[in-house]
């Protein structure tokens, strides 16, 4: 028997999507007072991200700037001589290195004058990725993936247009103004702590106005996909989806069940902590697929990744994601203890413990 009090707290975790239209190319759409949702297209699967406005005294701070192409300046273009006429931009904070979120960083920047705000680690994460093309690195990188069992003809493939998406930047500026986690940063009225995650990025920025249970939760919480999570050649032993199930369960326990969340992609929600238990078990969901693949025979990532991604046809762009989720899995179930590794002939072979 559940008491009336249950049911409406049950009600209130419940998923809910107060604004289920999303901004057209040539809108806004308030929140709430002082808050602006715009939207703007990309050119993959994945295809929009979400802009967030916050009323800053005389002007605004942005939230991400968008994919660094000439459709994206196009858009920005057509918002500020439309419904944002007479905008000015006081700061932009960047909640990560991803190019769909900094990839216009250094347009804005030089379009306002005003100072870039963004996590230590995710400024230099940007601008690696806009060095990262060196002959040492890419050797680095197809390394990588052969010791994950991907052949040439793929490893070519994952190097070529599967990667090329990272350099969709415009030129970073030189210097930055550093947000750490616990930080607050007032924003006109508002006052926001600043809590970073990783997981999906390094040091991901979110913000949280507890005096009107607000949340921007960047890509760590989406309303209706889950994030990727990936490792990389860079750092090939990293637990990544151990940090973002750690982040996830930190989010819960500090952040209130009827905050309403503005996620870096899809539309804004309520029942934060109702989303968090579903990504947390979709992934619980990937590692009992994986450990029962490897139950018998010991298999390579190459060969889990269909165990995983069965639902999905993936051009070469998808199935660089695919092949760094299905490896941050294998990382983290290695870590629990759930999979051995044996390198045969360089190559790595998983089986369950």
């Not at 070519?156 to 930055?176: E, F, H, I, N, T």
């Not at 579903?278 to 969901?285: M, P």
């Not at 941050?328 to 629990?336: G, I, P, W």
Request: aromatic share 8%.
């Amino acid at each position: 028997m559940h008491s009336k009090t249950d049911s409406v707290q049950s009600s209130a975790e419940a998923l809910r999507y107060p604004l289920e239209n999303h901004p057209g190319p040539d809108q806004v759409v308030e929140v709430m007072p002082g808050v602006l949702w715009a939207r703007l297209k990309l050119p993959f699967r994945l295809n929009h991200v979400n802009i967030y406005l916050l009323a800053d005294g005389d002007g605004w701070t942005m939230i991400d700037s968008g994919f660094g192409n000439e459709e994206s300046i196009a858009a920005w273009t057509t918002l500020f001589e439309g419904p944002l006429k007479g905008t000015t931009i006081t700061r932009l904070i960047v909640t990560h290195s991803h190019p769909d979120h900094v990839g216009l960083a250094g347009w804005i920047i030089e379009r306002f004058g005003c100072p870039l705000y963004m996590s230590q680690v995710e400024y230099l994460q940007s601008v690696y990725h806009q060095n990262r093309g060196t002959a040492e690195r890419l050797t680095a990188q197809r390394l990588f993936f052969c010791r994950h069992g991907m052949d040439e003809d793929l490893t070519d493939k994952l190097l070529g247009r599967g990667q090329d998406y990272l350099k969709r930047v415009s030129v970073l500026p030189a210097s930055y103004r550093r947000l750490t986690h616990g930080d607050e940063v007032v924003i006109g009225t508002r006052r926001f702590k600043v809590i970073t995650g990783g997981g999906h990025a390094l040091d991901q920025v979110m913000l949280y106005c507890a005096a009107d249970k607000l949340f921007l939760s960047a890509d760590q919480v989406l309303s209706k996909i889950s994030p990727n999570v990936s490792v990389w050649a860079v750092e090939p032993e990293q637990n990544s989806l151990g940090e973002y199930l750690a982040s996830l369960a930190s989010l819960t326990t500090t952040l209130p069940y009827d905050a309403l969340v503005l996620p870096g992609h899809g539309v804004p929600f309520y029942g934060l902590k109702t989303r968090i238990k579903q990504l947390a078990d979709h992934h619980e969901e990937r590692c009992g697929l994986i450990a029962e693949a490897c139950r018998e025979t010991a298999k390579t990532s190459k060969e889990l990744v269909p165990v995983v991604f069965h639902k999905h046809v993936l051009d070469a762009h998808q199935m660089g994601f695919a092949a760094g989720e299905l490896i941050a899995h294998v990382n983290y179930m290695l870590v629990e203890g759930r999979l051995t590794a044996e390198a045969i002939d360089g190559v790595l072979r998983f089986r369950t413990t």
